[in-house]
């Protein structure tokens, strides 16, 4: 459903490739990649959690490439992360789309087991995914500013801010909004330029199809 009005402060942040903060998996845990064939496992672990993930919504990702990063205890998933990686991450709030190169990964939607909490997972996912590639990235992510407790976890995980954007929704079709900030990557649609986004026919049905 299109929110009637929505307000939005949202802080973007980095972390360099060669970051000297060091974040490691702990010895008895392992950090992997899971592919579309895990989407049903997942499903189940989101319902679980009562998180509104669905086996579609799980499916699409999958579909649009992004990946999915698990950190297993003996094999049982304690906590996961998906990761835009040389693919794009679309900002639904402010009708972005924002393009990748390879080496750069875009982190959503990190979340960490109630039994698991207290041995810094989030810093592992957030910080660590070099561990499961092989070879060091660029990180991206976006938090909302009310999110102290995430914020300072990015801190802790070697991230720095490089903007603050807000927005104002209206009806589902106009987006209030402010300029992308230079340290990310430029966004290359929904008409970037415009602080004053009245979305046509065309431009909300593209938006919608965005969406996961």
């Known amino acids: 459903?299109?929110?009637?009005?929505?307000?939005?402060?949202?802080?973007?942040?980095?972390?360099?490739?060669?970051?000297?903060?060091?974040?490691?998996t702990p010895a008895h845990l392992s950090l992997r990649e899971r592919t579309a064939d895990y989407a049903p496992t997942l499903a189940a672990l989101e319902r679980d959690q009562l998180r509104q993930r669905s086996l579609a919504m799980i499916q699409a990702r999958f579909e649009r490439g992004l990946r999915l990063f698990v950190i297993e205890n003996a094999g049982k998933a304690v906590a996961w992360c998906w990761m835009a990686l040389g693919t794009w991450r679309y900002i639904?709030?402010?009708?972005?789309?924002?393009?990748?190169?390879?080496?750069q990964a875009w982190g959503r939607d990190a979340y960490v087991m109630p039994e698991a909490r207290g041995q810094r997972l989030a810093l592992v996912l957030m910080g660590g995914l070099h561990e499961a590639l092989g070879y060091p990235v660029t990180y991206f992510s976006d938090v909302d500013a009310r999110n102290y407790i995430s914020l300072r976890a990015h801190a802790s995980a070697g991230f720095t801010r490089v903007g603050n954007v807000r927005a104002l929704e209206l009806g589902g079709r106009l987006v209030v909004r402010g300029e992308p900030p230079a340290g990310i990557p430029r966004p290359d649609r929904l008409r970037v330029d415009s602080r004053w986004l009245w979305m046509n026919a065309d431009e909300s049905a593209r938006h919608r199809a965005e969406l996961a």
Do not use: C, K, N
């Open 92 to 103: 639904d709030e402010l009708r972005w789309r924002i393009p990748l190169q390879a080496g």
């Open 1 to 24: 459903m299109e929110r009637v009005i929505g307000y939005h402060h949202i802080v973007f942040l980095t972390r360099a490739a060669d970051s000297a903060v060091t974040v490691r």
